[in-house]
């Protein structure tokens, strides 16, 4: 068909290639080959290339070389996927073309001494027949898609990092439709991916946030800005858990919000226990005020009290307080256990016990009245052993009353064992009606030496197992009585702990030391 305005440029370009003598026609062929972008290999049957242009050469970094097909692999180093397998020369694209196969988009990873870190080429062959459709050859065209390869590698990787990671991750569309919910989302939230994907993040709002909360969010998220904060969110089971949420606007090409990220850590439990931590650290400090601040000052005795707490909260006690007649009251306690509960335990009993020897002088007596107190008020899961002293200061006299408690012991001037002040009744709180007898007055002489502790002296253990034991304080008392009271106990609880060769303290370490001046 002519055109009514004449030949065109493309009919008159056809004519002229039409006209060409075939060896024209073929550096025309040639010509437009070698500009092309794409690499471009023909074989004959043998194996021998007619056709390999400059892009070939440049995106596999070696030339037309005269070797036989089954060195192709080697010579130009093909491998596999995985960088390190090389391929077999049968298995190129171009050979399986030249047995009659048709290859679309195989990947082949080349490394050679020109082409030292590599690239990845996307091939394709096709055998190449003649007229009359007999095999003559084959061609394969690739392309140098190394970019490609490396972002698609990278973006799996980020694909597997969201996919895997246990922060919970969600994306919306501009409008908030959610897209996409990571396996995080799902487990945090309790909303399977089927349930979220075409919803909105509304379904996690827990109604604690104000409209105006929110409309700040989007304002921050529409603006190109990212919103970071701490949101009150709802699970399925209607569970509300703290969310800590980043949440960063993807802009498009034209500077507009695209999409929304939302990455977000439930921090319920994190802030769980830093509420405890401080409950604790209070209840620590204030429990450390109940020990008394300064020792008694007692003409002709030298006296002194440490506690050295396993945790934060203890569950030992120690005190001094006045009691009729002008005495001293001095007492060690231990409470089962450790944490919240043995704290408040030992708080209440001594409140009562302070209050009971401002007007009972029988130390025994005292702890009948406490054990009832404490039984009414307590658990039989927690009980108190304790020792309770009185000491006269004119008479120079001690009495005592153990309640389950271990034995004190009172040495004298020479490092002997003049008394045990053994129990001599059940632990505080588990019973009532519980008789508990005082001692007979205990005669205190020059150079003696009164020390009470709780087990968690004796019992500590070393790393074979073996306890500090009663023994080991006898011997250090002895060693030390000449110290003063202080120092006896800072010797004392450096010995227990030293015992443990570096082990943990488990259990509340607490001691009180008397001497008996001359």
């Given at each position: 068909m002519t055109s009514p305005h004449g030949p065109g440029p493309l009919s008159t370009e056809i004519d002229t290639w039409q006209t060409?003598?075939?060896?024209?026609?073929?550096k025309i062929l040639e010509s437009v080959l070698e500009c092309l972008p794409d690499g471009v290999i023909l074989a004959d049957l043998s194996g021998t290339f007619l056709i390999f242009n400059k892009a070939a050469k440049q995106i596999l970094g070696i030339g037309q070389r005269v070797v036989p097909s089954t060195d192709w692999a080697q010579t130009y180093g093909f491998f596999h996927s995985d960088e390190v397998t090389p391929y077999s020369s049968d298995e190129l694209p171009l050979a399986r073309a030249l047995r009659g196969q048709e290859v679309n988009g195989a990947e082949v990873f080349v490394r050679n001494k020109q082409v030292p870190d590599g690239r990845w080429i996307k091939?394709?062959?096709?055998?190449?027949?003649?007229?009359?459709?007999?095999?003559?050859?084959?061609l394969v065209i690739f392309r140098d898609f190394s970019d490609e390869k490396r972002s698609q590698e990278l973006n799996e990787r980020l694909s597997n990092v969201v996919e895997q990671t246990a922060d919970s991750v969600f994306i919306t569309d501009r409008t908030g439709t959610i897209v996409y919910v990571n396996p995080a989302f799902e487990k945090v939230t309790g909303y399977s991916r089927d349930e979220v994907l075409g919803s909105t993040p509304r379904l996690l709002k827990s109604g604690e946030h104000d409209g105006h909360f929110y409309k700040e969010l989007w304002d921050t998220v529409l603006g190109g800005r990212v919103f970071r904060g701490t949101l009150l969110n709802r699970k399925k089971n209607g569970q509300n858990f703290h969310s800590e949420q980043?949440?960063?606007?993807?802009?498009?090409?034209?500077?507009?919000?695209?999409?929304?990220?939302?990455?977000?850590?439930?921090?319920?439990?994190?802030?769980?226990?830093?509420?405890?931590?401080?409950?604790l650290e209070a209840a620590h400090a204030i429990q450390m005020r109940l020990y008394p601040r300064e020792v008694p000052q007692v003409p002709g005795f030298d006296i002194a009290g440490a506690v050295h707490p396993a945790?934060?909260?203890?569950?030992?006690?120690?005190?001094?307080?006045?009691?009729?007649?002008?005495?001293?009251?001095?007492?060690?306690?231990?409470?089962?256990?450790?944490?919240?509960?043995?704290a408040i335990l030992m708080a209440q009993a001594r409140a009562y016990l302070r209050s009971l020897a401002l007007t009972h002088a029988d130390v025994g007596e005292i702890l009948r009245r406490l054990n009832d107190i404490l039984t009414v008020e307590g658990s039989q899961r927690e009980f108190v052993t304790q020792i309770l002293l009185r000491l006269d200061p004119d008479a120079r006299t001690l009495v005592f009353a153990n309640a389950g408690h271990p034995s004190g012991l009172l040495l004298d001037c020479n490092g002997d064992v003049r008394e045990e002040?053994?129990?001599?009744?059940?632990?505080?709180?588990?019973?009532?009606?519980?008789?508990?007898?005082?001692?007979?007055?205990?005669r205190l002489e020059p150079g003696d030496v009164l020390v009470v502790f709780t087990d968690g002296i004796v019992e500590s253990s070393d790393l074979a197992g073996s306890e500090f034991g009663t023994r080991r304080v006898l011997e250090l008392i002895r060693s030390h009585r000449g110290d003063p009271a202080r120092q006896i106990l800072e010797a004392l609880n450096e010995a227990a702990c030293s015992f443990q060769s570096g082990g943990p303290q488990l259990d509340d370490m607490t001691a009180v030391v008397c001497k008996v001046e001359g």
């Open positions: 060409e003598a075939p060896s024209d026609q073929a091939a394709s062959g096709v055998p190449w027949r003649d007229e009359t459709g007999a095999t003559r050859g084959a980043t949440i960063s606007p993807i802009v498009g090409a034209d500077g507009r919000c695209v999409s929304l990220v939302s990455v977000a850590k439930d921090i319920t439990e994190r802030l769980r226990v830093e509420r405890q931590e401080a409950q945790e934060s909260l203890c569950g030992d006690y120690f005190d001094f307080f006045p009691m009729p007649g002008g005495c001293i009251g001095m007492t060690i306690a231990d409470v089962c256990g450790h944490g919240v509960g043995p002040l053994g129990s001599g009744g059940l632990p505080l709180g588990l019973f009532t009606d519980q008789l508990y007898s005082s001692s007979r007055a205990i």
